[in-house]
T-cell receptor, first 112, second 117 residues
Framework: KQEVTQIPAALSVPEGENLVLNCSFT??????LQWFRQDPGKGLTSLLL?????REQTSGRLNASLDKSSGRSTLYIAASQPGDSATYLC???????????FGQGTRLTINP | GAVVSQHPSWVICKSGTSVKIECRSLDFQATTMFWYRQFPKQSLMLMAT?????????EQGVEKDKFLINHASLTLSTLTVTSAHPEDSSFYIC?????????????FGNGTRLTVT
């Protein structure tokens, strides 16, 4: 059974810092991995999708990497801003399956 | 980008009544939609997977007679919470998969906050 873990559960950093969020999964046989952002009381916004054959994806100040063999993904946020404050969730999909398995999320606070 | 609209965004109902939540893909066709439930400060729990034109597949422990799902078209899925009770109060979120299949990211609605009094 696939399990996804995100550490830390919460993170608070001053504005302007670069930071890394971690996601690990127990079964390396994944189809893809997706990073989401969730603001309080809202749905999820897709940030980056990495296929199993890819090593990383970039969008603006965000960079997500994938090391399938070690069961890890990281989300790198450069030059953090208060508007980046949110909960970040990673989720994996295994081959042949439609559903995603989510981690518990990392609650990020960027302090002005 | 792809947009998923969920309605209503919040609803308060009395115990014993039924509530319908709609999930629409506005600018793409969704062969598959997913319904999640989220408790405060917790991650998303998948309730069911709905495929257009067929019966939904429910996750273990989810009562299909209580949470009725209908996916009648490629742009609309509905979740009806029947005979709602206070323990059904939660945040319900839908997501949609475009016809591009697994290579396409999932897109989520903004969620529905259900409060049963």
């Amino acid at each position: 059974k696939q399990e996804v873990t995100q550490i830390p559960a919460a993170l608070s950093v001053p504005e302007g810092e670069n930071l890394v969020l971690n996601c690990s999964f127990t079964d390396s046989a994944i189809y893809n991995l997706q990073w989401f952002r969730q603001d309080p009381g809202k749905g999820l916004t897709s940030l980056l999708l990495i296929q199993s054959s890819q090593r990383e994806q970039t969008s603006g100040r965000l960079n997500a990497s994938l090391d399938k063999s070690s069961g890890r993904s990281t989300l790198y946020i450069a030059a953090s801003q208060p508007g980046d404050s949110a909960t970040y969730l990673c989720a994996v999909r295994r081959p042949g399956a439609q559903k995603l398995v989510f981690g518990q999320g990392t609650r990020l606070t960027i302090n002005p | 980008g792809a947009v998923v609209s969920q309605h209503p965004s919040w609803v308060i109902c009395k115990s014993g009544t039924s509530v319908k939540i709609e999930c629409r893909s506005l600018d793409f066709q969704a062969t598959t939609m997913f319904w999640y439930r989220q408790f405060p400060k917790q991650s998303l729990m998948l309730m069911a997977t709905s495929n257009e034109g067929s019966k939904a597949t429910y996750e273990q422990g989810v009562e299909k007679d209580k949470f009725l799902i209908n996916h009648a078209s490629l742009t609309l899925s509905t979740l009806t919470v029947t005979s709602a009770h206070p323990e059904d109060s939660s945040f319900y979120i839908c997501s949609a998969q475009s016809t591009g299949g697994g290579y396409s990211p999932l897109h989520f609605g903004n969620g529905t906050r259900l409060t049963v009094t």
